[in-house]
């Protein structure tokens, strides 16, 4: 016999405070999954396109085809965060570039920390939060559609 999930219970079923509880969940994961890929597609477009007093400073750090490759992965991760919603198709692709943003963000913290850049640092820091928050909510989305 199968069990059932809890989360395949319908709200009639759920207390009215486990609904309210998932619902304002639900709306913090996809405040942060917009916010994610609107930072992340600015950020592309930043580096894809710098303008020339930002390029010369970004080009003594890293060579030109790291920030390029950096604007490309920033890019995708806009469209691995949004496609799926407009599609309503390949939902799994939400949780791999939210993964695919901590990765990032991690190298990112690491870099800012190692500067003493603690401001880029912090922010990296939070991007990192939302980023995790949204992958392991997804992914759990995912693997629970595929089991029922």
């Known amino acids: 016999m199968a069990r059932k999930s809890a989360s395949a219970t319908p709200d009639s079923a759920r ?22 890929a609107v930072v992340f597609l600015a950020h592309a477009v930043l580096l894809l396109h710098p303008p020339p007093e930002i390029a010369a400073q970004m080009y003594a750090a890293f ?42 963000m991690v190298s990112a913290t690491v870099y800012h920390v190692a500067r003493r850049e603690i401001s880029s640092a912090a922010i990296t820091l939070v991007l990192l939060g939302m980023a995790t928050i949204v992958a392991q909510v997804r992914r759990r989305e995912h693997s629970t559609r595929a089991q029922l």
């Open 15 to 36: 207390p009215a405070s486990v609904v309210r509880q998932s619902r304002v969940s639900q709306l913090v994961v996809w405040t942060f999954q917009i916010l994610l």
């Open 63 to 104: 060579a030109r085809s790291f920030w390029i490759f950096l604007g490309v992965a920033e890019a995708l991760a806009f469209v691995g965060l949004t496609l799926p919603v407009v599609m309503r198709r390949y939902r799994w692709l939400m949780a791999w570039a939210a993964g695919g943003i901590m990765i990032v």
